[in-house]
């Protein structure tokens, strides 16, 4: 009995020293990592731990060069949380991440804040991911059609409302066009693909996209939606006449939009998308590093395709000791270098930079160096 | 064999006592200082948007506004939840208590608590691939036939993917809960009470009313609560299912939003006042289930007296 008794209390104090341990294991995992680099390198081997945060779109890639760079490199690890782009550059500017994944590239101001963390010539971004942003309808027995800017806007503004309508058998003929309701399907979490899409919406067909351009989908339309991309592509799916816009490598069986570009309609592609990429400019006054782009959503340049998700990694232009930028740099290399492209577009079905993009950003990132 | 038998025991036992005193009183503190934590660490977060310029809170019109119809929703997607779960949950802890013969009432209470395991991602996926294309005509039913009521005014949704789509997933994610209280509940109701009524001459449907039905009813009330307080918090199955817009009044179109669904998808790309925005309405979420569970409480105690149990 005496023992049944203290027996009883003991099991009451470890059931509560367990669930107290288990309030202690809840910190964050991706701050382990800041003590980077810990042993300095001989013969240009790199070891340590390189910690990274950013945009949720780079996952999958970013698996696959984690994947490829720990096992070229012994002794390293990649640490990369998907906490969205905004919250990346946060920390990365916080000096919590020793790069950022980011959907946009940082804004004057934040590399200025940079300068704190990174030196005095601050953080720069290069295009790490390219991902052509399909628009994806489901008709029976039509695959592809031809569409215009204004007419997609059209579309997604609710203003055409049936696939037979004049506006889409124009550029369509030959094409049997049913009279089923068009069901637009959007994404109802803030996205980097809801960003680049309207963006390309407002670029190219100003007159009828007169909403903001952010993340979210403009409130006034009401439509139907869903989360994420595999919501939004398993939605569409499953009903006849929906059409909706997802990352070319998710769409699947669905058809798809063939844009129009100049005079001709490009199908989508990677070489198409990356071609996309090739048209954009340079985001004018920056550091030499730097490589931000401004996509030219509006390019006539036949066979290029416009609506492009460009994500990018954002690094210092100085490290506080060798290890680390030594480890940053190889990183950011292997990432550009062709076979980091190639791993990456396997396991997420992006786009590969263009030969030209990748060797001018592999440039900027050899030129890291120690801070002073 | 001086000392006393009985007072050595006794001292031996005081210790224990006082552990297992000291042990549940430390539990009782540990839920209360969590609970306290959650609120502080909620309200300093959601602190920044109370004083924010309102034109820079979502919608532009303040937080007032932006929280107001996510809060209506969400009432609107538990309240179809528990219509629906309610009566079917009662009814099966009845039906395995009361009716079942014994092995099919341990079976399938068995599968019943199963239900309650499955992870909400799965109930949510089940409810935008299988049920909403499947609830599709039915919607275009309501629509044609009973559009005359605003909660049924059409144009149905292509998708299904509609808050009464919602409802019904929530439904069946707080069945078990509703069922397996009750059941445990209607099995205690006392043996005198209910062979008095059989004698007396009731059919076992008015044992039940007379007998079971009355000593349960806290429980059933507390049953009902814990649902409810699931399906007001219930987040990844909303997010998934429903096609979320603004408040409206019909059941049967895209659009309304709940609190948790809300803040599930915002979340992972907010920063700055968005942030504190999406914590402020989880602040308001915190409250409501807070001021529910009062009130669950509260008709509790008054029903307590009028039950069999005393």
């Not at chain 1, 954002?314 to 506080?320: G, L």
């Not at chain 2, 979502?58 to 009566?87: D, N, R």
């Not at chain 2, 987040?235 to 299912?241: D, E, I, Q, W």
Request: aromatic fraction near 8%; hydrophobic fraction near 50%; proline fraction near 4%.
């Amino acid at each position: 009995m005496k023992l049944h008794r203290i027996g009883s209390a003991a099991a009451v104090l470890t059931v509560a020293a367990l669930a107290l341990t288990a309030c202690g294991s809840d910190s964050p995992t991706a701050t382990a990592g800041t003590d980077a680099a810990t042993s300095g390198s001989a013969g240009g081997a790199v070891t340590g731990t390189l910690t990274g945060s950013g945009a949720s779109s780079q996952k999958s890639a970013m698996e696959a060069w984690k994947a490829g760079f720990e096992a070229a490199n012994a002794g390293t690890m990649v640490q990369y949380s998907p906490d969205g782009s905004g919250a990346g550059r946060k920390a990365f500017l916080a000096g919590g991440a020793q790069f950022a994944g980011s959907d946009a590239y940082l804004k004057d101001e934040e590399i200025e804040s940079s300068k704190e963390v990174c030196g005095p010539d601050g953080a720069f971004n290069v295009p790490a991911y390219v991902s052509p942003i399909a628009v994806a309808f489901n008709l029976p027995g039509v695959e592809t059609l031809n569409l215009d800017a204004a007419t997609i806007a059209k579309i997604f503004k609710l203003e055409i409302t049936k696939w037979n309508d004049p506006a889409i058998a124009a550029t369509n003929e030959g094409v049997s066009l049913p009279d089923t309701a068009i069901t637009v399907v959007h994404r109802n979490d803030e996205s980097g693909t809801t960003e680049n899409f309207v963006e390309y919406l407002a670029a190219t067909a100003k007159d009828v996209w007169d909403y903001e351009v952010s993340g979210d989908w403009p409130k006034d339309l009401a439509s139907e939606n869903a989360k994420g991309t595999s919501g939004v592509v398993a939605t569409t799916t499953a009903t006849e006449g929906a059409i909706t816009y997802a990352d070319f490598s998710a769409v699947g069986d669905l058809g798809t939009v063939n844009v129009k570009v100049g005079d001709d309609f490009t199908k989508i592609s990677a070489d198409a998308a990356a071609k996309g990429v090739e048209a954009a400019t340079p985001v004018k006054d920056r550091g030499a590093l730097d490589m931000s782009l401004d996509l030219k959503r509006d390019t006539t340049e036949s066979g290029s395709y416009p609506i492009i998700l460009v994500s990018y990694h954002v690094f210092c232009s100085t490290y506080k000791d060798q290890a680390t930028a030594d480890l940053v740099k190889s990183f950011g290399e292997y990432v550009l270098s062709d076979a980091g492209q190639k791993e990456a577009a396997t396991s997420a079905g992006n786009a590969p930079l263009s030969a030209k993009m990748s060797a001018a950003a592999i440039k900027s990132v050899e030129q890291i160096t120690v801070a002073k | 064999m001086t000392t006393n038998a009985l007072r050595r025991n006794g001292s031996k036992g005081q210790v224990g006592d006082k552990v297992f005193s000291g042990a549940a009183l430390g539990a009782g503190i540990l839920i209360l200082v969590t609970l306290l934590a959650v609120a502080v660490f909620l309200l300093i977060q959601a602190l920044p948007i109370f004083s924010a310029d309102p034109e820079l809170v979502s919608g532009g019109e303040g937080f007032a506004t932006y929280i107001f119809p996510i809060v209506i929703g969400t009432v609107i997607a538990a309240a179809i939840a528990l219509v629906i779960a309610t009566p079917v949950g009662i009814a099966v802890a009845l039906f395995i208590s009361h009716y079942a013969p014994r092995r099919l009432a341990a079976g399938l209470g068995y599968v019943i608590d199963l239900l309650a395991a499955i992870p909400s991602v799965i109930y949510g996926a089940w409810g935008y691939l299988v049920l909403a294309p499947a609830l599709v005509p039915i919607y275009a039913w309501l629509a044609e036939n009973l559009g005359f009521i605003p909660i049924f005014e059409g144009p149905a949704s292509q998708t299904g993917k509609t808050i009464f789509t919602a409802g019904i997933v929530l439904a069946v994610m707080v069945l078990p809960i509703i069922t397996s209280l009750s059941r445990e509940i209607f099995l205690q109701t006392p043996k005198l009470h209910e062979e008095a009524a059989l004698a007396l001459g009731a059919t076992r449907w008015e044992m039940i009313v007379m007998s079971v039905i009355p000593f349960a009813r806290p429980g059933i009330i507390s049953a009902v609560m814990l649902g409810l307080g699931r399906a007001l918090g219930e987040t990844m199955a909303v997010a998934l299912v429903l096609s979320t817009g603004a408040l409206i009044p019909s059941l049967i179109k895209s659009g309304n939003q709940t609190i948790a669904a809300e803040i599930a998808l915002n979340f992972p790309e907010a920063f700055g006042l968005r942030l504190s925005e999406l914590i402020a309405a989880g602040l308001v979420l915190f409250v409501i289930t807070l001021v529910v569970n009062l009130i669950a409480r509260a008709i509790i105690a008054r029903h307590k007296e009028f039950s069999g149990a005393n």
